[in-house]
């Protein structure tokens, strides 16, 4: 009785019935602040390492090969994001899908002051929001750890005593979501009178040389301690 031998070779089948293909996926609208978009490209069946070209507008940029799946690559760059090459390890695959990156411009934060320079007898100011743009939130922070204020022109005080200056910025949001800071100084100055009414305030502890030293002469740069822990220098001149 003859046999008969049956061989049969197994050709191996990609995912049972499921085709090689890369898709390339994803739709999203960015600031030009920096913000990033993200673009995903996904592997279906295969074996790694995974090889592709993706084409922006048409361009194709640099290939990339990779064990990751799905890729995600980060972009900042407006588009339409496409599939150009596809292969896994073994077999040249289809390609599918694409992805739309929208950038969109950001508002320009500025804003203006009654006054950038103001004396310790009156140090009220307003601020005043010229930003461009299309602006649904504020957010001001005055520089003197006081609470933040979220109107568009709001008023402010700062404290009298000591002189300084301090640095104003603002924070503005549009409709699409961006936003955009400005930054600016105000600057809180004393004045003759502004010294001799702050002066009235305190008491008068010693007056000392520049060396630290008590001293009643008059001849000399002099330093005048308060019990409030203040000290001026004051030249007599005789």
């Known amino acids: 009785m003859k046999k008969l031998l049956l061989i049969l070779l197994c050709l191996p089948m990609i995912g049972f019935g499921q085709q090689l293909t890369a898709f390339i996926s994803g739709s999203a609208s960015i600031c030009d602040d920096g913000s990033t978009a993200d673009v995903e490209v996904s592997f279906v069946s295969g074996q790694p390492p995974y090889t592709f070209v993706y084409a922006i507008n048409g361009i194709n940029q640099t290939s990339i090969t990779t064990n990751v799946n799905p890729y995600t690559i980060p972009t900042q760059q407006e588009g339409i994001y496409t599939l150009t090459y596809f292969s896994d390890a073994d077999t040249i695959g289809n390609i599918n899908g694409s992805a739309i990156v929208t950038v969109l411009a950001s508002p320009i934060a500025l804003f203006t002051s009654s006054s950038d320079t103001l004396s310790v007898l009156y140090t009220s100011v307003q601020l005043i929001d010229i930003s461009t743009g299309n602006i649904v939130a504020w957010n001001w922070d005055f520089g003197d750890n006081s609470s933040n204020d979220y109107t568009p022109n709001p008023y402010h005080t700062y404290p009298q005593w000591p002189p300084t200056v301090y640095q104003v910025s603002l924070i503005v949001l549009d409709n699409?979501?961006?936003?955009?800071?400005?930054?600016?100084?105000?600057?809180v100055v004393e004045s003759a009178t502004s010294i001799q009414e702050h002066s009235t305030n305190k008491e008068l502890l010693k007056v000392t040389d520049l060396l630290g030293r008590e001293t009643k002469q008059t001849n000399q740069p002099l330093f005048y301690i308060y019990d409030d822990g203040t000290a001026e220098k004051r030249i007599v001149i005789e």
């Open 176 to 187: 699409m979501g961006c936003s955009d800071t400005a930054s600016s100084t105000i600057t």
